[in-house]
């Protein structure tokens, strides 16, 4: 199966690989692209699922194969296990549901922020969502089934109930729990990283 990525934003380009090869047990999907962050994406992506990729340059863009359901001749590269888990020790902090200063661009940037989180399975512990960010658990169509599926990958989620109650959403909360600052300021101390967007 090929599917021809070119002029395909990320993470679209790996999201459209994991469709493919979730329909398949055993197989090849050849995925074109025109940019090396792609190739690098849809590279991690296969090794962190059990799958073995090939990258090959050719005139303005690349074909990245990769190998899913049997092992592949590879001297260099090894299959590993799918990973399953999320990564300990990271508190994911989001007090804002855009990125940067144009609000259109800013939710498509942290839309694909998180879908590129999800697939590449780089998740955080525990998720903070405070101020407009509270909108991704509550009200926000696109961002709740993200949300869902982080907490179905085992994603701890909070979402700040003094925002919740600011803009009159207590009643409104669909995906994980009510925290609070405590969850922030304890978490300095708990986890290894903490990562703050907005």
Same mark, same amino acid.
């Given at each position: ?46 090794t ?6 090939e990258n ?18 590879i001297?260099h ?15 994911? /902090? ?6 940067? =200063?144009?609000?259109? #661009?800013?939710?498509? &940037?942290?839309? @694909?922020?998180?879908? *590129? ?8 512990h ?12 509550t ?17 701890e /989620?909070?979402?700040?109930?003094t925002?919740? =109650?600011?803009?009159? #959403?207590?009643?409104? &909360?669909?995906? @994980?729990?009510?925290? *609070? ?5 304890e978490?300095?101390?708990?986890f ?7």
């Open positions: 199966m090929i599917i021809d990525a070119r002029g395909v934003a990320c993470p679209k380009p790996v999201l459209m690989a994991e469709e493919a090869l979730n329909g398949m047990q055993e197989g090849i999907v050849e995925i074109w692209v025109d940019n090396e962050a792609s190739v690098g994406n849809l590279s991690r992506f296969a962190k699922n059990g799958m073995t990729p090959y340059p050719e005139t303005g863009y690349w074909r990245v194969k990769i190998a899913k359901g049997y092992p592949c001749e001297p590269a090894t299959v590993s296990a799918p990973h399953q888990e999320p990564k300990k020790g990271l508190l994911l /902090i989001v007090g804002t549901d855009t990125i940067g =200063k144009d609000e259109a #661009l800013g939710r498509i &940037l942290m839309k @694909g922020t998180f879908e *590129t989180m999800k697939v590449t399975k780089e998740l955080p525990t998720l903070f969502l405070l101020n407009t960010a509270v909108k991704f658990t009200t926000d169509e696109e961002m709740i089934p993200l949300m869902q599926q982080f907490a179905d990958m085992g994603v /989620i909070f979402t700040c109930g925002c919740l =109650k600011h803009f009159g #959403l207590e009643q409104q &909360l669909k995906v @994980g729990y009510r925290g *609070t600052t405590n969850h922030i300021v978490g300095f101390k708990e290894g990283t903490t990562v703050w967007i907005g």
